[in-house]
């Protein structure tokens, strides 16, 4: 694989020192199950964290949002006004009562039923966006030509945002992602004023829209819902983040997993495929929470005020939970937490699970093969996710 551009080369040592390579990042697993062999949970000082490793103990992370807390953008010390005070408002970042009150109001707008018939659009999406990638001939980047844009413009078109302004949404979650704070070590989010025009844009369309509603979630909740419009806009935000990034690496992901193991749509099921694929490469690898109390994890106590680092990828690949968990087995169907759980767990889980089969089936009856250019590749650069920021491919049209 080639060697591409790394995002965190100034927080290089915020990463787990086995993990300080593309090599590595790409492929963590082997240090997941010595780090999980060698104890369920562990203090690693030079990151001032404590890492999850086991499924019973990040799976009970995950659930337990009283006492290990999501960790806010703005670290709740910000004024009021503040960019990532505004974003901090979205369900990711929040927990208790205001975390129940807005999930609660949002998920009747996630269930099957009511997106089962975005069904023709995404296929319509889907194939519009092959033709645009072939343009120049067979070989493209499946990831920056496809399998960025598709998923955007599924929850733009969702969400209420005009297909012209997709570079423009893209570029800013790329911003945002670059100064989050870190899902692998107790490193804060920095920069907020580099999140001052998206904050305003989505203030200004939320205004907008509820003086001039359109058929868009953002015009439902702002006349159905009992949500402030600092709350539509920064959850509308998430859902972009959510349904563009993880949505990109679970097709990547699978993109590669279905070439080396031969998987067409014909073979095998592939709603249950990709099930294996979010457990056996997880596009969300790790999560931070912080203790609000003394908590036990493992038999390890971790104070209150203290960063944990749950190993979403480790637990996914469990023996203690999964038959043979280094092996990619198609039809396997997993209980996996890719999607998390407890409190948190993605409420747009069901958007993901109707929309990815649409987009690889199409894909998949779209072209006769595909080859895999594997050494241009380049993977992501952070330990919290695995997928691709290049994946280019040579293709025969069916």
């Not at 070590?185 to 205004?207: C, I, N, T, W």
């Amino acid at each position: 694989m080639s060697t591409g551009p790394d995002n965190d080369k100034n927080r290089q040592d915020l990463l787990p020192e086995p993990l300080q390579s593309e090599e590595a990042l790409h492929d963590p697993f082997d240090w997941y199950r010595e780090q999980r062999a060698a104890a369920p949970v562990q203090y690693d000082p030079k990151r001032a964290v404590y890492d999850v490793f086991s499924h019973e103990h990040v799976k009970t992370g995950l659930q337990d949002a009283e006492a290990l807390h999501r960790k806010q953008l703005s670290g709740g010390h910000m004024d009021g006004q503040s960019p990532f005070s505004y974003l901090d408002k979205g369900m990711v970042w929040s927990d208790g009562p205001d975390h129940k009150q807005t999930k609660g109001q949002l998920f009747k707008y996630f269930q099957p039923g009511l997106l089962a018939e975005l069904e023709e659009s995404i296929e319509a999406l889907c194939e519009a966006q092959l033709e645009t990638a072939l343009e120049d001939g067979t070989r493209f980047d499946f990831v920056t030509e496809f399998a960025d844009p598709v998923p955007l413009r599924v929850i733009m078109d969702v969400v209420g945002i005009p297909g012209d302004e997709h570079q423009q949404m893209l570029d800013w979650l790329n911003t945002f992602r670059a100064v989050m704070n870190s899902e692998y070590s107790a490193a804060g989010s920095r920069d907020e004023h580099k999140m001052e025009e998206p904050v305003e844009y989505f203030q200004d369309l939320v205004a907008e829209r509820t003086a001039n509603p359109q058929d868009d979630l953002i015009s439902e909740l702002a006349h159905e819902s009992e949500l402030s419009d600092a709350t539509i806009g920064a959850n509308c935000f998430d859902f972009l983040l959510a349904g563009q990034g993880t949505m990109s690496e679970l097709l990547s992901n699978a993109l590669y997993l279905f070439e080396h193991h031969d998987i067409t749509g014909e073979s095998h099921e592939l709603s249950v495929v990709l099930e294996e694929v979010l457990r056996y490469r997880s596009p969300l690898q790790s999560r931070a929470r912080e203790t609000t109390e003394s908590v036990t994890l493992g038999g390890t106590e971790i104070p209150a005020g203290e960063t944990v680092i749950l190993w979403i990828g480790a637990a996914n690949r469990d023996p203690a939970q999964y038959e043979t968990p280094e092996q990619f087995v198609p039809d396997r169907n997993p209980d996996h937490l890719a999607f998390g759980s407890g409190p948190h767990n993605c409420i747009g889980a069901p958007l993901a699970r109707l929309e990815a089969p649409i987009i690889m089936r199409t894909v998949l009856e779209y072209f006769d093969e595909i080859e895999l250019l594997e050494e241009e590749a380049t993977p992501m650069s952070k330990a919290s996710k695995v997928g691709f920021q290049t994946l280019p491919v040579e293709t025969t049209l069916a």
